[in-house]
């Protein structure tokens, strides 16, 4: 199984930037991709952003260009720049992997919040 433990939320400005963090531990060497959920209040949780294994990238719409993941393989940890922030961004954000596990895994969340 996997641990995941999500940081790096937080209360920013319009168009102002966040990094989001989420490290895994455990049988980490099951995991090939990693993504980034997120939740409105209200809404249903929606796709954001998956990085795999082979580092291969994929973008929800509404963050493209604005947003960017990457990994670091050493430190076992997914990031997710966030710039350009927008209030419509403002959400509980979630990491998940996915593996060869009897079923994903998600992280706690961490709040990010766009407002003035």
């Known amino acids: 199984q996997v641990q995941l433990v999500e940081s790096g939320g937080g209360l920013v400005q319009p168009g102002g930037s966040l990094r989001l963090s989420c490290a895994a531990s455990?049988?980490?060497?099951?995991?090939?991709?990693t993504g980034w959920y997120r939740q409105a209040p209200g809404k249903q949780r929606e796709y954001v952003a998956t990085?795999?294994?082979?580092?291969?990238?994929n973008y929800a719409d509404s963050v493209k260009g604005r947003f960017t993941i990457s990994r670091d393989n050493a430190k076992n940890t997914v990031y997710l720049q966030m710039n350009s922030l927008e209030p419509e961004d403002t959400a509980v954000y979630y990491c998940?992997?996915?593996?060869?596990?009897?079923?994903?895994?998600w992280g706690q969340g961490t709040q990010v919040t766009v407002s003035s």
């Open positions: 455990g049988s980490t060497y099951k995991i090939y991709r």
């Open positions: 998940k992997v996915e593996g060869a596990f009897v079923r994903d895994y």
């Open positions: 990085i795999s294994s082979g580092g291969v990238k």
